[in-house]
């Protein structure tokens, strides 16, 4: 599976896996990643390689969009000698981005990557599955560069994995300076995540014979009319 994902299609965004691979080789296995609920989660549980134990803050119970950011800056101020990358969801960066005035205040050198999509893809991505449409799902579009300028931290933008390399470098200089850092990171989702192929399936094969018929029915002819 590493091999068939590090191989991938180039979509013209950056591949999870490139990234997460690219992130992991670049800081070394002493880092801590903090996660969002929803595919930055599920994408870091499938794809790191973790060599010890309180490697990975993830809200694995609740599912509380809005963690990676806070959790980052918790993590760094508890083992400032870790490089600490945050996997933040642009819709869950809404939520608690503005906690890296905090950052900057005081000089917790988080690396923050805000992977973004324009959707809240998790919940986008069942949904399409169920129902062939995206219903309150979508992000607008938001400008990451001035908030970070007015929250006093670096800014970066990754949007291919060509870039991936220098991106990270960059990245890197400035957290091993003492500077907090968000990157703005245009990821690609579109190979679903195993959690998302699993719940599907899983939630299907609960249901009675003639339930699954009907949905898989009523999934095929929205797929079909596009209605």
Avoid: H
Avoid at 86 to 106: K, R, V
Avoid at 117 to 123: F, H, N, R, V, W
């Amino acid at each position: 599976m590493d091999g068939e994902r590090a191989a991938g299609s180039d979509t013209g965004r950056v591949s999870p896996y490139r990234l997460l691979r690219g992130l992991q080789e670049k800081f070394g296995s002493d880092s801590i990643f903090t996660a969002d609920s929803g595919n930055g989660t599920f994408l870091a549980v499938e794809m790191l390689r973790l060599e010890k134990p309180g490697k990975l803050l993830a809200p694995v119970d609740y599912s509380c969009m809005g963690y990676a950011v806070p959790a980052a800056i918790g993590a760094k101020l508890a083992r400032p000698e870790c490089p600490v990358i945050a996997l933040a969801g642009d819709g869950a960066f809404l939520m608690t981005g503005l906690e890296l005035l905090t950052a900057a205040q005081l000089g917790v050198a988080a690396a923050v990557f805000v992977l973004n999509d324009g959707e809240l893809a998790q919940i986008a991505q069942f949904q399409e599955v169920a129902l062939n449409r995206k219903t309150a799902s979508i992000l607008p579009g938001y400008d990451l560069e001035p908030l970070a300028r007015a929250l006093r931290v670096e800014f970066l933008t990754l949007d291919r994995d060509a870039d991936i390399a220098a991106v990270l470098d960059r990245a890197a200089a400035l957290t091993a300076a003492g500077r907090p850092v968000l990157v703005d990171t245009a990821i690609d989702y579109s190979e679903k995540t195993f959690f998302t192929r699993g719940v599907v399936k899983t939630t299907l094969l609960r249901l009675p014979w003639r339930d699954r018929l009907r949905f898989v029915a009523r999934a095929l002819a929205r797929k079909v009319i596009g209605g």
